[in-house]
């Protein structure tokens, strides 16, 4: 079945550094989504990508679709203690009719003041 | 204000007893989720239903079960058949069909001793 594989597990930053996390899929996504969970929460939607290459910002959080829509990345400029939190990736296979989302395990970030 | 809500909060159960986790949405969704999260293992999906009176089988289906009587509830059943239940247990919906993002509850953690 389709995997979404997703590094580095854990990464601690000092406020003001920048942070990635990277997500590949063994097949080819229709979309990815990228959500975040704060410590104790749930998971909250943040963005979706769905074309080839697809580049979007949201304020200090960029979000890339790979040309093969097979992998994805998360880069947040400049952290922020209110950055802390796990990020997960979830891909959306392309083609049948079961529209079901596969998360990777997500990224754990830890912001020091 | 629509949302997804997953009661109770906290449940603690002895071994060898079915308990039932409840998932109510006003949303107006088409589509429903059930997600399990252990630590380090991100979200493992349970059981999917896209409508009413129809859902299928995710990844780690085995030991649960779950309804779709309503297009507003779907209530999943930890049997005592599933091997390790402690866990926290997410519930999520959103529009059918491909790339719509999902609303998650606050989760259920599940203890059973």
């Known amino acids: 079945g389709q995997q979404v594989m997703q590094i580095p597990q854990y990464q601690h930053v000092q406020e003001g550094e920048d942070f990635t996390t990277y997500c590949n899929s063994s097949?080819?996504?229709?979309?990815i989504q990228w959500y975040k969970q704060r410590p104790g929460g749930h998971p909250v939607f943040l963005i979706q990508?769905?074309?080839?290459?697809e580049v979007k910002k949201q304020k200090r959080l960029t979000f890339q679709f790979g040309e093969a829509k097979k992998n994805s990345s998360l880069h947040i400029t400049a952290t922020q203690t209110t950055d802390v939190g796990t990020y997960f990736c979830?891909?959306?296979?392309?083609?049948?009719?079961?529209?079901?989302?596969?998360f990777g395990k997500g990224t754990l970030l830890t912001v020091n003041p | 204000d629509g949302g997804i809500t997953q009661s109770p909060k906290y449940l603690f159960r002895k071994e060898g007893q079915n308990v039932t986790l409840s998932c109510e949405q006003n949303?107006?969704?088409?589509?429903m989720y059930w997600y399990r999260q252990d630590p380090g293992q991100g979200l493992r999906l349970i059981y999917y239903?896209?409508?009413?009176?129809?859902?299928q089988k995710g990844d780690i289906a085995e030991g649960y079960s779950v309804s779709r009587e309503k297009k507003e509830s779907f209530p999943l059943t930890v049997t005592s058949a599933q091997k390790n239940p402690t866990a926290f247990y997410l519930c999520?919906?959103?529009?059918?069909?491909?790339?719509?993002?999902?609303?998650f509850g606050s989760g259920t953690r599940l203890t059973v001793v």
């Open positions: 999520a919906s959103s529009m059918a069909g491909s790339g719509y993002g999902y609303t």
């Open positions: 097949t080819t996504l229709s979309n």
């Open positions: 990508l769905v074309k080839s290459g």
């Open positions: 979830a891909g959306e296979n392309s083609g049948g009719s079961n529209y079901k989302l596969t």
């Open positions: 949303l107006n969704h088409d589509a």
């Open positions: 239903s896209q409508i009413v009176n129809d859902f």
